[in-house]
């Protein structure tokens, strides 16, 4: 079993690690494009909104609740049986989505209103900002879209990822960054406002994931016609699955759109520079976190069908290993290289020194919870394999009070590193309750022997990070730099990192058999 999980989790992550190289070219090409001005806000506005949804409605509750069902229907070996499910989930679901994505467009404005309510305000009394709520409002009616493509592109990648075709869906959103890229290059340029040829390239890259995935369906003989059936058995079982897990999942998500809510008050670039400060922590939060969680949730399901528990337990410290192993030199290596990286990848045209510096605060804030951001992502498929969606809303709840709470501290004393401060928080009170969860009820408890593999991973991430602190070259050094001399420089201390930090594993007596826990 470990054997199978570390290729299945391979084979995403080389898939995750593609598309979050062009991931970061595109965002390299935006920065360059927009830097973190007006136009830069009201551009990650109206793509963080379709993206939020995304989360409810595709990768996050109806993957959740979709995929465990789809795992007890195909384990049964009925495949018409298993055929009739999808057809009934993905019309059932398409219906809901082209209902919301049409009120999504027609009302653009009125989410606008919502979400960027500084901007809206603007607008009533002719303020200054008030250029940003019509524009915002404008792209939304050409990004949203995007959620309709999105939601069937997550229901094709949760089908093959339970039939163990876990490359197709890893590799799928590659075709967005590349949308983006070539509309960034050849469509902006000739158009008065660029914004709006990136915007296309959202719709765009939707659209062409979307088509992708469907050659793959057919070879596996999953691809249907859809059909209405909210009273099909197995749709309402996982639309009563779906509902709670609608908020519980998206804890993160909805933070991070409280947070572009209360930065719409703030000073122009606030979103910009979250966003960017964001994408670095989306780098190895994907690579690794959601590329663990991938492959273990559809593990976990087959060992709750299989009446597992012994071997549900293993498999879920195989993950919590993995993404501690992986994700505490990630964490460190951000903290330490914030600035160095943003220069690297973002300095150039119109994103200037002030913004590396802006968004390397947000960063710092922001890469302190990526360890906690990961762990809810190896923790919450202990309960949805389960078909437990209820116990994480609670825990959803909270995390979101807290968020807010710390919101309206921090933000006051803090601007828009506050909000990343108090997303970071959140963050790790939604790990713990989701850990206290899954011990209280006996599922999973950290061994004597994980606990002290963490002891031995945190000490090793502390020479790591010492080795680089006195590598660094002060920041003035690397702004008389050339870009060569940076991205070289920085290739080089990201190098030297991880070779230390692997011969301090090691040197910590680490070997590979402390990663077969799910054997």
Known sequence: ???????????????????????????????????????????????????????????????????????????????????????????????????????????????????????????????PSAPKFELASLLLKITFPYLWFITFVALSGAILNTLGKFAVSSFTPVFLNVAIIGCAWFVSPNLSQPEIGLALGVFLGGLIQFLFQLPFLYKEGMLVKPKWGWHDPGVVKIRTLMIPALFGVSVSQINLLFDTFIASFLATGSISWLYYSDRLLEFPLGLFGIAIATVILPALSRKHVDQSPEQFAHTMDWGVRMVLLLGLPAMLGLMVLAKPMLMVLFMRGEFSPNDVHQASMSLLAYASGLLNFMLIKVLAPGYYARQDTKTPVKFGIVAMITNMFFNAIFAYFYGYVGLAMATALSALVNAALLYRGLHMTGVYKVTAETLWFVIRLVIAGAVMAGALLWLLPGMAVWLEWSFLNRAMWLAGLIGVGAGVYLVAVMLMGIRPRHLRAAS
């Open 1 to 127: 079993m470990s054997k199978r999980l570390l290729r299945s989790g391979l084979i995403v992550s080389t898939m995750t690690l593609v598309s979050r190289v062009l991931g970061l070219v595109r965002d390299v090409v935006v920065a360059n494009l927009m830097g973190a001005g007006a136009a830069a806000d009201v551009f990650f506005f109206a793509n963080k909104i379709p993206n939020f949804l995304r989360r409810l409605f595709a990768e996050g509750a109806f993957s959740q609740a979709f995929v465990p069902v789809l795992t007890e229907y195909h384990a049964s070996g009925e495949v018409d049986r298993t055929r009739q499910l999808i057809a009934r989930a993905s019309g059932t679901l398409g219906m809901i989505v082209s209902i919301v994505t049409l009120l999504g467009i027609l009302g653009s404005g009125v989410v606008t209103a919502l979400f960027g309510a500084g901007w809206f305000l603007d607008w009533l009394n002719d303020g």
